[in-house]
């Protein structure tokens, strides 16, 4: 599992550990656990572009932080 920085609609910045085998679709369950965001609230960048629902972390790089 890796420690993800993830800053919510509302500037909140929370932490998640997440494994990089895990969806964004899955990070954006446990951003819903952890402080209530719904997924039709939020979407998924890395690097400035748009991350779509299926990809998984690894598919997209994210690293550590």
């Given at each position: 599992p890796v420690q993800n920085h993830v800053k919510t609609p509302a500037g909140k910045n929370i932490?998640?550990?997440v494994c990089p085998n895990?969806?964004?679709d899955d990070v954006k369950n446990k951003v819903k656990d952890k402080d209530g965001v719904t997924k039709?609230?939020?979407r998924f960048t890395h690097k400035g572009k748009?991350?779509?629902n299926r990809a998984t972390l690894a598919e997209?790089?994210?690293e550590h932080g």
């Open positions: 932490i998640l550990i895990k969806t964004v039709r609230e939020h748009l991350v779509g997209n790089v994210v």
